[in-house]
């Protein structure tokens, strides 16, 4: 079994990591690097992995996973570029960081996989988009997207398509849960508690989603097979469009693809 090295166990660093283990992944081939004592304890109980100097965790690894914040990743990489296996792949989940950045940082030739996770991963529905380097092969891209879809669903993209994904599922859930907000809040408007609205958003969220994924169905039409002539889900829609809630969609995810490239330069 492949030996795994994460640089950085945050939220979702750890939350791969937790996912991978769950998956059949020994403990004994996964190596962390924490420099916080008190939370590398904890990783080692809680995991019963090895936790360690950075350098030490990449020496003959064969996958390294990058989750540090982007703007450690230069000093990151400086640290570790002579200790990284030639033959291993490197995987970021650093946001916004392109591949070439870890080639120029890494040994010639070095395999990079650039990876775009979302919160959802966090209860293992997650979704990841992944890119492929100048150096991957696609069987290196398909041995990514399988360890990160202990955690949800993958999909492969160009790297010129990274900023949609941002847009589309790494933001994704914020206009999820703004919707959500804003169906709780109208439904107390008009009469109902807090908490019973919150059970009848969420659950009819869930129950959508689901119906949306299993039926194939595109959701214009799921959609209209709830919307009667003249009745109550066509006087909400009709509102909405009135209202701009469309375009103020759209033009929301456009917004956050645009910023997504300007932040990755």
């Given at each position: 079994?492949?030996?795994?090295?994460?640089?950085?166990?945050?939220?979702?660093?750890?939350?791969?990591?937790?996912?991978i283990l769950r998956a059949g992944q020994?403990?004994?081939?996964?190596?962390?690097?924490?420099?916080?004592?008190?939370?590398?304890?904890?990783?080692?109980?809680?995991?019963?992995?090895?936790?360690?100097?950075?350098?030490?965790?990449?020496?003959?690894?064969?996958v390294v996973v990058v989750a540090v914040?982007?703007?450690?990743?230069?000093?990151?990489?400086?640290?570790?570029?002579?200790?990284?296996?030639?033959?291993?792949?490197?995987?970021?989940?650093?946001?916004?960081?392109?591949?070439?950045?870890?080639?120029?940082?890494?040994?010639?030739?070095?395999?990079?996989?650039?990876?775009?996770?979302?919160?959802?991963?966090?209860?293992?529905?997650?979704?990841?988009?992944?890119?492929?380097?100048?150096?991957?092969?696609?069987?290196?891209?398909?041995?990514?997207?399988?360890?990160?879809?202990?955690?949800?669903?993958?999909?492969?993209?160009?790297?010129?398509?990274?900023?949609?994904?941002?847009?589309?599922?790494?933001?994704?859930?914020?206009?999820?849960?703004?919707?959500?907000?804003?169906?709780?809040?109208?439904?107390v408007e008009a009469g109902l508690d807090?908490?019973?609205?919150?059970?009848?958003?969420?659950?009819?969220?869930?129950?959508?989603?689901?119906?949306?994924?299993?039926?194939?169905?595109?959701?214009?039409?799921?959609?209209?097979?709830?919307?009667?002539?003249?009745?109550?889900?066509?006087?909400?829609?009709?509102?909405?469009?009135?209202?701009?809630?469309?375009?103020?969609?759209?033009?929301?995810?456009?917004?956050?693809?645009?910023?997504?490239?300007?932040?990755?330069?």
């Open positions: 079994m492949s030996t795994i090295a994460f640089l950085g166990a945050g939220v979702m660093g750890e939350t791969i990591l937790a996912a020994s403990p004994a081939d996964v190596r962390v690097a924490e420099k916080n004592a008190e939370r590398a304890d904890d990783l080692r109980q809680t995991h019963g992995v090895t936790v360690t100097e950075a350098l030490d965790a990449v020496t003959g690894a064969d914040k982007p703007q450690d990743v230069p000093a990151v990489l400086a640290d570790v570029a002579g200790a990284v296996s030639p033959s291993a792949t490197v995987v970021s989940i650093a946001a916004g960081v392109r591949t070439a950045t870890f080639e120029a940082a890494l040994p010639a030739g070095t395999a990079v996989v650039r990876a775009m996770p979302n919160t959802p991963a966090l209860v293992g529905e997650g979704m990841f988009g992944v890119s492929a380097g100048s150096s991957c092969t696609d069987a290196q891209v398909q041995a990514v997207a399988d360890l990160l879809g202990t955690a949800g669903r993958v999909v492969v993209v160009d790297e010129s398509l990274q900023d949609a994904v941002t847009a589309v599922s790494g933001s994704g859930p914020a206009y999820v849960f703004y919707l959500v907000e804003q169906m709780i809040a109208g439904g807090p908490a019973t609205a919150r059970t009848l958003a969420t659950q009819t969220l869930l129950g959508a989603a689901t119906l949306l994924d299993r039926s194939g169905d595109e959701p214009a039409e799921l959609r209209r097979r709830v919307t009667s002539p003249g009745g109550t889900t066509a006087a909400a829609i009709s509102t909405f469009d009135e209202t701009g809630v469309a375009d103020g969609l759209r033009a929301g995810v456009v917004a956050a693809a645009r910023r997504s490239a300007e932040l990755s330069g």
